[in-house]
């Protein structure tokens, strides 16, 4: 960047809100309504920001910047590096936004996306509702299975669990049929943080279709002031995803507990499976899933993925303060048990499914196809760590 570059913000955007993290602490959000990206900074940080930004008018240049702010308050400031920063959220005309990079643009294929204005009367009333049905539901299968639990307790057994795996005796016919069930699990999800966004009062931004590596169908939606609205609010929005794929693993499990024929309990368990699989996606701190977000506000901490990774680093390390870091260290433990099952589980399924191919060549297409996801997978968690300073945080 030149010195005698003359930046420019674009004030009609920028935004500066105080919010506050779900222990009280105070913070505030300085970024881009518009796109509704934000930094996190402290009160002084976020002062400094709106201080200069009255000299980012497109008459200065950067030199000139820098003797006035010193010259007012005498404190020195990056200005260079700080107008990099705005102008990567889109603040500062002339320079191009960084892209929000996520999975589904990363590693999908964009089939479907519509953007709206505004959001339609009926369907915000509608949302109320089902909002409230949902929470019934949840209450009445929560309080039912308590009760059978306590009545049955010891009554489960390790066929129950084998039997999420397959259907008629086909773990082949089990793969097919929770394909279909996933891509309505996905939409489920993605329409309950609509409707919760609804509630809230917010505008749905955009929603969109993707194919997730070129096969799985991924629903998508995006909404617009998540950061005006209060963090219980906030936590609700991100939550309503998983909340749903609950509450489809509560009722489904409570249908399973019937007297209806096996034919149909195999399909719903295969939902129960599906669903269980989401959650524990959703959760994962190494993905910039709905879990992370939720974490990320629910402890007050930022950057909770690179967290993560530093705390796994960091274990080994004298010196680590596992007070300051409890939270990580809880979410991490929670996530790494869930996975762990989950994997067991899926890991018996592909097995048993292999063995079911009669053919050879196909055996061996869908061997390599499981190898070459498992590697890719391996080598984005390695390259994350490569990013990791040894250091105690």
């Known amino acids: 960047m030149e010195k005698n570059y003359k930046p420019k913000i674009n004030e009609n955007n920028l935004s500066i809100i105080q919010d506050t993290d779900i222990k009280g602490k105070i913070r505030y959000l300085v970024g ?52 990099n920063v705005l102008g990567n959220i889109g ?137 005006t609205i209060n963090i219980k609010s906030r936590l609700g929005i991100m939550g309503a995803g998983i909340f749903i794929n609950i509450v489809i693993i509560m009722t489904s499990l409570c249908i399973t507990l019937q007297n209806i024929p096996y034919t149909y309990k195999e399909v719903i368990y295969k939902i129960i499976l599906v669903n269980a699989s989401m959650v524990a996606s959703n959760i994962s701190p190494f993905r910039l899933s709905d879990g992370y977000f939720i974490m990320s506000n629910l402890f007050g901490l930022n950057n909770l993925r690179i967290n993560m990774f530093k705390g796994i680093v960091n274990l080994r390390l004298k010196g680590f303060n596992i007070k300051k870091n409890l939270g990580v260290i809880v979410y991490l433990t929670i996530f790494i048990i869930i996975s762990a099952v989950s994997i067991f589980y899926w890991f018996v399924w592909v097995r048993h499914f292999i063995l079911e191919i009669n053919s050879i060549i196909f055996k061996a297409i869908f061997l390599a196809i499981i190898i070459v996801y498992v590697c890719r997978v391996v080598l984005r968690i390695i390259k994350k760590f490569k990013h990791v300073k040894f250091k105690n945080i």
């Open 32 to 83: 881009n309504k518009e796109d509704d990206r934000y930094l996190i900074m402290n009160k002084k940080m976020a002062s400094l920001v709106g201080f200069v930004s009255r000299y980012l008018n497109g008459e200065n240049d950067l030199e000139c910047i820098q003797f006035k702010i010193m010259d007012e308050i005498n404190v020195k400031v990056h200005v260079e590096e700080l107008v």
């Open 91 to 227: 603040l500062i005309d002339g320079i191009e936004p960084q892209n929000k990079s996520s999975e589904i643009n990363l590693m999908g294929i964009k089939i479907f996306e519509k953007n709206f204005c505004t959001m339609n009367k009926n369907f915000i009333k509608v949302s109320k509702y089902l909002v409230t049905i949902v929470k019934m539901i949840f209450i009445i299968m929560a309080f039912y299975l308590i009760i059978y639990g306590l009545i049955h307790f010891g009554d489960f057994s390790q066929g129950y669990i084998i039997n999420l795996l397959s259907y008629k005796n086909s773990y082949i016919k089990a793969g097919i049929i929770m394909y279909i069930i996933s891509i309505f699990s996905i939409l489920l999800h993605e329409m309950a943080h609509m409707c919760m966004v609804a509630k809230c009062g917010l505008q749905v931004k955009k929603i969109g279709i993707s194919l997730y590596m070129g096969i799985i169908p991924m629903f998508y939606s995006k909404c617009k002031g998540m950061y």
